[in-house]
């Protein structure tokens, strides 16, 4: 194939692409129409409607990007409501893990009998090695590429 060809049939497929990508667009726009209209709502507030066998669902926004958040907080508990509308997302903080078993590094485990240190390595995961490829120029003395 020549190279003019090639670039000609990634143009003619682009302008494919386009038309396909209005058509799904219009088509996703129409559904959401629908569900919207006849759908059912669930406790979340996401709106489901069966089409034969397809199950459509419109998901409930989450969130306002223009949302004051720090208004919103001083009003909701103003109001009281803060406990019910607010989340609590407890993670783990490892440089404070690795603090900890700094200062208790020749501490013991209870139950094991392994030192606290040892624990916290087995903690952590091993990558896989990377392997390279052998190339037909390897057999000629040249080294390989690594993928």
Same mark, same amino acid.
């Given at each position: 194939? %020549?190279?003019?060809?090639?670039?000609?049939?990634?143009? /003619?497929?682009?302008?494919?692409?386009?038309?396909? $990508?209005?058509?799904?667009?219009? @088509?996703?726009?129409?559904?959401?129409? /629908?569900? &919207?209209?006849?759908?059912?709502?669930?406790?979340?507030?996401? =709106?489901? #409607? !069966?089409?034969?066998?397809? !199950? #459509?669902? %419109?998901?409930?926004?989450?969130?306002?990007?223009?949302?004051? /958040?720090? &208004?919103?907080?001083?009003?909701?508990?103003?109001?009281? =409501?803060?406990?019910?509308?607010?989340?609590? =997302?407890?993670?783990? %903080?490892?440089? /404070?893990?690795?603090?900890?078993? +700094?200062?208790?590094?020749?501490?013991?485990?209870?139950?094991?009998?392994?030192?606290?240190?040892?624990? +916290?390595?087995? @903690?952590? =995961? $091993?990558?896989?090695?990377?392997?390279?490829? !052998?190339?037909? %120029?390897?057999?000629?003395?040249?080294?390989?590429?690594? +993928?």
């Amino acid at each position: 194939m %020549n190279l003019e060809r090639l670039a000609e049939e990634f143009v /003619k497929e682009k302008k494919h692409l386009a038309a396909l $990508t209005k058509r799904v667009d219009g @088509l996703k726009e129409m559904l959401k129409e /629908k569900v &919207a209209e006849t759908g059912t709502p669930d406790e979340s507030g996401h =709106i489901w #409607l !069966q089409a034969g066998r397809f !199950q #459509l669902e %419109n998901q409930r926004r989450q969130g306002d990007p223009y949302l004051d /958040k720090e &208004a919103a907080e001083a009003w909701a508990k103003e109001v009281g =409501i803060w406990d019910e509308v607010s989340d609590t =997302i407890e993670v783990l %903080n490892q440089d /404070k893990l690795a603090g900890w078993v +700094y200062l208790n590094k020749d501490d013991f485990n209870v139950e094991t009998g392994v030192p606290v240190e040892a624990e +916290y390595r087995e @903690l952590f =995961i $091993t990558p896989d090695p990377i392997y390279g490829f !052998q190339t037909p %120029n390897e057999s000629k003395g040249e080294q390989y590429d690594e +993928y």
